[in-house]
């Protein structure tokens, strides 16, 4: 007999066969639904399920898994207690359901588990939104490419390009690593944003508490800063790393679709517009784009931001040869 210590496994094997016979009903199917909003645990053990189930097909060629999945159809577990029983085929879904949990997790033992890597991206102008398996919740900003690869051993995601904020999970087992090309980023439970440029890397931290690390393949150096909330990091190409405090809400102003500016280049601030893919902006002479600029700008509006400073710095605007908003003094 195969038995479940996990009562939430348990109940999610019922309820995949359940829903995997031909006699489903609606009133079973609303029902299924409510058991998966209860609980966010709920909807990952079913998740998990129908993972397992998916991936039977590409085990069953390794000697362990077929030794173990020969004793499969003996396996007789019982669904969870306020489900009903079901006749024949389902019965035997259940067992199997379950009999496949505990075959892949004891497989997992014998050999440890490659990380599968997930990518995901999101266009110019655009801001995604997505949870990971773990529970942990990514925002992309505009133009922003990461790599997802999580195993029994690690969560590891690879910012390759952009700016994403990260509601991390906790798994103490498995702290998170958000690797860039600058450096890497390492935490338990916590909320933070990282913005990765050619030449470096912010950090600003949130919730929580995070390490920052300069960039090694194998995690070896020691940590370059711990963050608090409130702080961000700045680490540069050839210069020292920077930390400073700064006031903001509890989540950065770009999820509002804001641009916050607090006495920043304006060629940095030109940047930022440039990114969100509305008309381009460029600065006519580098006196200018010395200029400090601070204020709240709506990502979309390059428009009234060209406005703005027009009438507090007396900056002219005009169409060049390559279509740019030229801005000049």
């Known amino acids: 007999m195969v038995e479940d210590a996990d009562p939430i496994r348990t109940q999610a094997a019922a309820w995949f066969a359940r829903l995997h016979d031909d006699e489903v009903s609606e009133a079973e199917q609303a029902e299924h639904q409510a058991w998966l909003d209860a609980d966010p645990a709920h909807r990952q053990a079913h998740e998990r399920i129908e993972r397992t189930w998916r991936m039977l097909s590409d085990f069953s060629a390794t000697p362990e898994i ?10 007789t577990p019982q ?3 306020q489900l009903r029983r079901r006749p024949g085929p389902v019965r035997w879904l259940v067992a199997c359901a379950a009999a496949m949990t505990a075959v892949v997790i004891g497989w997992r033992l014998l050999v440890p588990a490659p990380a599968s890597e997930l990518r995901y ?3 110019v102008g655009e801001h995604r939104s997505i949870t990971l398996e773990d529970g942990t919740q990514l925002e992309l900003d505009t133009g922003t490419q990461v790599r997802v690869r999580y ?8 910012l390759d390009q952009g700016r994403a904020f990260f509601r991390v999970a906790p798994d103490t ?3 998170l690593t ?3 090309a600058q450096g890497s980023v390492r935490a338990v439970g916590t909320e933070f944003e990282v913005y990765s440029r050619a030449d470096a890397l912010d950090v600003t931290l949130f919730e929580g508490k995070v ?14 800063a711990t963050l608090i909330p409130g702080q961000r990091a700045h680490l540069a190409v050839g210069q020292r790393l920077q930390v ?5 809400g509890s989540a950065p102003a770009w999820l509002q679709g804001q641009l916050v500016f607090n006495d920043l280049p304006l060629r940095l601030a030109i940047e930022e517009f440039n990114r969100y893919g509305g008309p381009p902006l460029r600065v006519g002479d580098a006196d200018l784009g010395e200029l400090r600029i601070s204020g709240v700008f709506r990502s979309n509006d390059s428009a009234g931001f060209v406005e703005a400073l027009t009438a507090l710095h007396g900056i002219s605007a005009h169409k060049n040869a390559a279509g740019e908003t030229e801005l000049q003094r």
């Open 66 to 75: 077929s030794q173990r999945l020969a004793a499969i159809p003996a396996a």
């Open 79 to 81: 669904p969870a207690p």
């Open 121 to 123: 991206a999101s266009a």
């Open 151 to 158: 195993s029994a051993q690690q969560r590891r995601i690879s």
């Open 173 to 175: 087992a498995r702290p």
């Open 178 to 180: 958000v690797d860039t």
């Open 211 to 224: 390490q920052l690390r300069a960039a090694t393949v194998d995690d070896s150096t020691a940590a370059l």
């Open 244 to 248: 400073q405090t700064f006031q903001g």
